[in-house]
Each structure stands twice: as structure tokens, then as C-alpha cells.
């Protein structure tokens, strides 16, 4: 899991990148800097983007970086053993339908309104006087 480009710059320049540490030496967990991944490994996000998911793998490396004063981190996950993601069945969307039915019915009134009821008065706009 090295990275021949960030090796490199380590043996000519003698510029130890903060955040790789391929070995786990340092953190405990191979960690590489933002952006410099290696290939085959991807953070929960990019797995979501491309329609897969982890399939119950643990985290195999980490990414490092700074953002404003602090830390950030993300998981690194091996994209072979992903899986697709799972598909809600149709009772699920059913299930979902009905709820985000409910989230535009007026509680006062029964109407079903093209927007979100506002939790906080839980009644439409009409019936609140539009504020």
C-alpha cells in the first residue's frame, strides 16, 4: 500500500509528509494523506457514490488531514470486497411513501399540502396564519 510518488519525495527531498505513514508505524493504522489514496481503496462516501457498500469489511487504512484546527479522518475500505447496495423492497417503499405522506398533512386541517408541515406548529401554513 505505498506510495512510490510520496516515497520519492521523501528519499530526494528529505520532506516527510505529515499524514504517510503506509507501515501504521506513527498512527497505528496505515494513513496517507488527503488525496493520495492508493488504488483499490476507496472512504465510505466514494463506495455510496458508486453504489456499493463495505459488505461488513472492517476498515483496512485511513486518511489524514487538516481541516481549520482539527483533524480529520476518513476509513478506507478495499473496493474487491464491496458489495452492491441493497434495494429497498416494496413494502419498505411503501413504508416511506406513507411516512413522508404524513410529514405533508396538516394536522388540523387534514389538507395535503405540497411542503413539509413545519414541526414546530404542526399545522400548514393556512392554518397558522402563514407566518
Known sequence: MRSSDLDVLAERTGIRVEFYDPDGTRY???TFPYHAAPDGLATM???R???LRPNGQNPIAQIYW??????RVAYLY???LAAPKRT??????EAIAK???ARRTCRHCGQLKPYYI???TGSCLDCTGGH
Open 88 to 93: 429497498a423492497t416494496p413494502a419498505q417503499r
Open 78 to 80: 478495499r473496493l474487491d
Open 66 to 71: 487538516r481541516h481549520r484546527k482539527q483533524r
Open 28 to 30: 497505528g493504522f496505515p
Open 45 to 47: 462516501r466514494q463506495l
Open 99 to 101: 411516512a413522508l405522506r
Open 118 to 120: 413545519p414541526r414546530r
Open 49 to 51: 457514490a458508486a453504489g
